[in-house]
């Protein structure tokens, strides 16, 4: 729903889709990908394994 109505209202949405980014902006994609989901992601989980708190959101963030 929010991808059609930023398609139907965002000015110069329709031509984002085409992927012509340019070659800065698909290195800085996929550095993100890389280093900020994969291996951020794999670094993250055996120190919550080795925490206190054994899983993640076994704890909530909001302790009043």
Partial sequence: MLLTAALAFEPGA???LSG???????????????????????TFMPCCGTSAHAAPGAMPSFRP
Avoid: M, P, Q
């Fill in 20 to 42: 012509d980014w340019g070659t800065v902006a698909w290195l800085g994609w996929f550095f993100l990908v890389i280093f900020g989901s994969l291996i951020g992601y794999t």
């Fill in 14 to 16: 329709d031509s984002a």
